[in-house]
């Protein structure tokens, strides 16, 4: 659950007469029991029955008090409408206006109580306590409102806090209207100019964040600097109980010319006054593209009587906002997401243009550990704008508020901006390490030029961003020509148009999806534009993201869910972003939004949703990881199927031989590991990654492919069998390629299979290639200038050879870029053949991090054999970021350190590394297989302790399937060489489970069951057609034998589909079936009935003889299982897997299908 504004993870205190002290914070799933079990009639009279779940589930804000026990005291909940249904949603600004008196209530500044709950004893306190709380959280908040009916009183505890408000005359209500405010519990802040008798109160202040200044400019520098204040510079303070809280010294003289050649200032008019002879276009039009901007997060500030401080800002804004609307476009960037009352959703971020603020774009179809990159902007920067007109901007040089202040420091805007009345904007600039606090959450970041080399940020505020009449209403036929003026300078802006057409026309898009248009208005200006759809493909959604990380979908309406195609907001009012969100939900009766980023298919080039407009609320949006799916046999399922440049390190170094003196590989070995330093040439290709492969692939295909020359192949790996088959499918017939052995390392071949070898190299022969074995590159050109080669030279145990060449592909043994090792180097890193790390990534310097295979163990390990490079890459990576985790955020616990005699141990990894490909003959390879040091599969299988082979098919026939089951009956090999495509998602599940969860694979193959993994003998099933379910647990070997269908249902018959596709497996290839087994697992480690001990406890009896059996252990532990509660548990647990998760898993039936 989330809510409107964090609460501040501080403790929020006040001593009560009672002496006891609060601590508030958010409200949390685990409070619900708590929440539920203190409903009582009361509670049901003022607020109505209600469903808590669903309740906290759509809050804006939820509150929760503890005492300094850490018990729950209190809870109050808060939404953005009426508390009793007593008038829809979008419209109770008009019923409070039509039945009460002196309202002065809008959509920014005003929350309601839904709920409210608090211990008899301490009720009045708690009560204040949460106001004051959630006053403080939320900035702009100036009114919250309860509706109770009539007839009821509101009792004392919250007759504290609330003031009844007055009803008109010939009002026709059946429920009284309860106010609290603000300035009775935290008071905006009062605001004058500095004296130097505030010198006292603001010391210990800044103290507190650093000593820089004080140590710099001498001990009373802030006296100084305050006794030294004109009419340019001057400094004001807030006060809160006539004690100085706040400081904030401002300066009107501003270096502009400096920040025009530093900043994209465009969408301000370069901070500038308008003069008639500004030169603001350039000769002729270019395209903009932006750097990355920060994320920010909108904290407004409420004024006591806005519709009043609007009314005297009118003036000075009007003709401001008119000419912005103009001459600027607005922030706009693409997303996937769900923003939403209690959170929102995000899955990638992409921009292709944004003028106010900005943000990076991701290049798709690169790697996907690939950082974020800025575009390049070389067109915008040949030309800056002229600006001949005065300065409008005014600074901020200094800038301190007490902690228990700070979300109040919006309040100094509103004074220094009647300082300097002339002056339109504010800027200040921080070093780019400060994190955003809460006085810049409301200023719009400026973009800088990619040749800034200022170490600032750059942000700016305008005096219209003080207005708090900024309403969110339905889009109107009316309103067309302001929206076409807010948006031109926008790329997209017909989509835009035409989708407001839609609108207008008829509510709906041409395919008939219900379309909703709202604009944000400020004195009766259009400063924004949003619009939505209905969200037509939740399920599809639902199924591929893992939306419910964020949100209890069984508690959202199919019509909660909308798809937010167009968001465009003035720079200006960028820090209403989010209460402009929030109003689109409200009045579109939504609770979730979503937005799709489309892949983009052209190599290299960032992506360009070219179906929607950009988005400038990226920064209130959550990311939504993608869920792996089930790769599912759809023919066999029918209706129950569900809807870089090559571097000279990475250059083989020729032994330079002279292969017409006869030189043997014994003569050359010496000279072979050396680093190559001569020219690279520009046919030689080193692949190591996708790029590089496309790159090779394109330069094939113009150079190489429709001649008559050679390509050689180099090296040992599995990438020499790969790149050859792509160089068959490109066309290239197998008389040219030529794969060059090196002498073996060790005896530990690139497969590892005998059987999938001699199927390999039949298929190679079959093709034409020749291949040649034990062979060391001795010269290019017979040692003439490299660049390019023609002919390559090799010497073998027997005599040497030499081939003319085309393209040369290089797959020998990896070694450190030589750039890499320098820069290792130059930063004092111990570097021992690879780079020095202990078991938590640490280098010798504690500041640097380090992971993956340029990484080795320290040698106070012991372990010189093992490296990252023997693990799991992405578990690697997983492990990494959670010992970083706690650096960037401070709240979470502290990484556990191992104890002192266990820190000297390498940890372990325990996730699959997999390798696959294309193989020459067209064979799909893959191979899955438990971590560790590589060792020869025929020493692996004379260990008494290997465990068992299960082999089916032939390799030369593509049907080869081979799993090794571990002696503990864990699957822990996968190998298969087939014809057809292998589902690798699908078998990388199945590593690591127990075989009795594969059906009981290992008694079936015994039988005689199983002779073909790839195909099964049909079986004939009596009942309905879903898969059955049948549990038996046995804690010896897993949680429980899964899916497995009666035995005596099994008939000889021909042959059907696969083993691991027949519908009992697809449930183990559910991303969510792991959660599933911790599940069942705790169920069984502690569901007990009373007096009797737990499953877990029972295996761990029989282990240390505490029981003595008349019986088999084995028998025992089934029999008591099925006398216990953890059998009814385990099975409901399963039956409610398979219902909720049925989108996925309609070939099972579920209660209430049959």
């Known amino acids: 659950m989330s809510s409107l504004s964090p609460v501040s993870p501080a403790t929020a205190s006040s001593e009560a007469p009672s002496s006891v002290i609060f601590s508030a914070r958010r409200t949390e799933s685990y409070d619900i029991p708590n929440i539920v079990s203190r409903i009582n009639f009361i509670t049901e009279t003022l607020f109505g029955r209600i469903n808590v779940i669903y309740l906290l589930e759509k809050a804006n804000l939820a509150v929760t008090l503890t005492n300094q026990k850490n018990v729950t005291v209190a809870h109050a909940v808060f939404l953005d409408y009426p508390n009793w249904d007593i008038v829809d949603q979008a419209h109770w600004e008009e019923y409070l206006e039509e039945n009460y008196a002196q309202n002065r209530c809008t959509p920014l ?253 991701l290049p798709l179809g690169r790697d996907r550990s690939m950082d974020w990159k800025a575009t390049e902007i070389p067109d915008r920067e040949l030309f800056h704008p002229v600006y001949r007109g005065e300065v409008n901007a005014f600074c901020i040089q200094l800038f301190c508020i007490d902690e228990k202040h700070e979300t109040r420091s919006l309040d100094f805007m509103k004074f220094v901006f009647n300082l300097f009345p002339d002056r339109d904007f504010c800027i200040i600039s921080v070093p780019h390490m400060v994190p955003e606090f809460q006085l810049i959450q409301n200023f719009v970041r400026i973009v800088p030029f990619s040749n800034c080399t200022l170490d600032q940020e750059l942000y700016v505020f305008h005096r219209s961003g003080l207005l708090k009449s900024f309403l969110v209403r339905a889009a109107k ?404 970021a959670a010992t970083m985790l706690n650096l960037f955020d401070p709240t979470l616990e502290p990484v556990f350190e191992p104890p002192e005699d266990m820190d000297r141990l390498i940890p372990i990894y325990k996730g699959c590394k997999s390798q696959g490909g294309v193989l020459p003959g067209r064979y799909n390879y893959v191979h899955i297989f438990k971590p560790g040091i590589p060792t020869r599969l025929a020493v692996q299988e004379t260990q008494p302790n290997y465990g068992m082979a299960i082999t089916t098919g032939d390799a030369q026939k593509g049907s080869y399937f081979r799993i090794h089951v571990n002696q503990y009956s864990m699957i822990e090999t996968i190998t298969c060489l087939s014809k057809k495509a292998i589902p690798v998602s699908n078998y990388l599940c199945l590593f690591g489970q127990h075989e009795r969860l594969l059906n009981n694979l290992c008694s079936r193959w015994r039988e005689g069951l199983i002779t073909n993994l790839y195909r099964k003998r049909n079986r004939d099933r009596v009942g309905p057609s879903k898969e059955q379910m049948f549990i038996s647990p046995d804690l010896d070997e897993g949680i429980s034998r899964f899916l497995e269908p009666p035995r005596d249902l099994v008939l000889q018959g021909q042959l059907g589909q696969s083993y691991f596709k027949e519908p009992w497996a697809l449930v183990i290839y559910h991303d969510r079936f792991t959660d599933l087994k911790k599940e069942l697992r705790q169920i069984l480690e502690s569901a007990q009935e009373e007096e009797l001990p737990s499953m877990q406890e029972l295996v761990r009896q029989i282990m240390e003889g505490e029981l003595a059996l008349l019986e088999r252990p084995k028998t025992y532990l089934k029999r008591c299982y099925k006398q216990s509660i953890s059998r009814g548990l385990v099975e409901k647990s399963i039956l409610d897997y398979l219902n909720y998760n049925n989108y996925h898993l309609p070939m099972f039936a579920w209660p209430g299908i049959v």
């Not at 050879?801 to 820069?823: G, I, M, P, W």
Request: net charge negative; aromatic share 10%.
């Open 477 to 880: 036929s009316s309103d067309v020509p302001a929206i076409e003026v807010l948006i031109k300078t926008l790329d997209l802006n017909r989509s835009i148009l035409d989708d407001l057409s839609n609108y207008i026309s008829a509510r709906r898009d041409p395919d008939g999806t219900p379309v909703q248009a709202f604009v944000a208005e400020v004195l009766n200006q259009i400063v924004g534009i949003s619009i939505i759809r209905n969200e037509m493909d939740i399920e599809y959604i639902r199924s591929h993201y893992n939306i419910e990380d964020f949100i209890y979908f069984s508690h959202y309406q199919k019509e909660e869910h909308g798809h937010l195609y167009h968001f465009a907001l003035n720079p200006i009012f960028h820090h209403y972003a989010k209460h402009f969100m929030k109003e689109i939900l409200r009045l579109a009766d939504k609770s979730c939004l979503y937005y799709p980023i489309y892949p983009q298919s052209e190599e290299g080039k960032f992506q360009n949703p070219c179906a929607h407009s950009l988005t400038s609320a990226l920064h209130y949006m959550v990311p939504v990881r993608p869920r792996r799916q089930i790769v599912y046999p759809l023919e066999k399922l029918g209706i129950n199927a569900p809807s870089k440049q090559v571097s000279e390190d990475q250059v083989p170094s020729p032994s330079g031989a002279d292969i017409k003196k006869l030189f043997t590989n014994r003569e050359s070995l010496e000279n072979c590991n050396k680093k190559y330093t001569g020219i690279v040439p520009s046919n030689l290709f080193v692949l190591c990654d996708d790029e590089d492969s496309l790159v090779a692939m394109k330069w094939l295909k113009e150079k190489v492919v429709f001649t008559s020359g050679n390509v050689i192949v180099y090296g040992n790996t599995i990438d020499i069998y790969t790149t050859i088959e792509a160089l068959l499918s490109l066309g290239i017939t197998g008389c040219r390629i030529h794969l060059v052995h090196p002498p073996l390392r060790s005896n530990i071949t690139s497969l590892n299979n005998n059987a999938i070898e001699e199927a390999v190299q039949k298929a190679l022969s079959r093709a034409g290639v020749t291949e040649y074995h034990d062979s060391l590159l001795a010269q290019w050109n017979d040692g003439d200038h490299p660049d390019p080669i023609t002919h390559a030279s090799f010497t073998t145990k027997t005599k040497p050879f030499r081939l003319q060449c085309s393209a040369f592909f290089n797959f020998t043994h990896k070694r450190v870029d030589y750039e890499t090792f320098k820069a290792v180097n130059d930063a004092c890193l111990v570097y021992d053949g690879r780079l020095v790390i202990d078991t938590n990534f640490h280098t010798n310097d504690v500041a640097i991090r380090a992971a993956g295979p340029l990484t080795k163990f320290s040698n106070i390990y012991y372990a010189n054999e093992w490296t990252h490079s023997n693990f799991n890459s992405k578990e690697i990576g997983f492990q990494l």
């Open 109 to 361: 500044n005003t929350l309601f109580m839904h709920l409210f709950m608090a211990r008899n004893e301490c009720a009045a306190d708690c009560s204040k306590e949460i106001m004051k709380t959630v006053f403080k959280t939320v900035p702009e908040l100036h009114y919250i409102l309860l509706f109770i009916p009539s007839q009821e009183n509101l009792g004392t505890d919250l007759s504290a806090a609330f003031e009844q408000v007055k009803h008109v005359q010939d009002s026709d209500t059946d429920y009284n209207l309860y106010v609290c405010h603000r300035h009775q519990f935290c008071p905006q802040l009062h605001i004058r100019i500095a004296r130097v008798e505030d010198h006292d109160d603001l010391t210990p202040i800044f103290m507190c964040h650093n000593d820089t200044l004080r140590e710099t400019y001498g001990e009373y520098f802030l006296a100084e600097l305050i006794e030294a204040q004109d009419e340019d510079n001057l400094a004001v303070v807030c006060e809160d109980g006539g004690k100085a809280v706040g400081f904030m010294s401002v300066c009107s003289e501003v270096n502009i010319q400096l920040l025009h050649d530093c900043f994209d200032l465009g969408p301000f008019h370069g901070l500038c006054k308008p003069h008639p002879e500004d030169i603001l276009k350039p000769p002729e039009e270019t395209t903009v593209s932006v750097e990355e901007s920060s994320s920010q997060t909108s904290q407004k500030a409420e004024v006591t009587d806005a519709k009043d401080s609007d009314k005297q800002e009118d003036n000075r804004s009007g003709s401001f906002l008119s000419k912005s609307s103009v001459t600027t476009a607005v922030a706009s960037s693409a997303t996937i997401g769900v923003p939403s009352k209690t959170g929102s959703i995000l899955h990638k971020i992409s921009e292709e243009k944004t003028l106010a603020t900005s943000s990076s774009e």
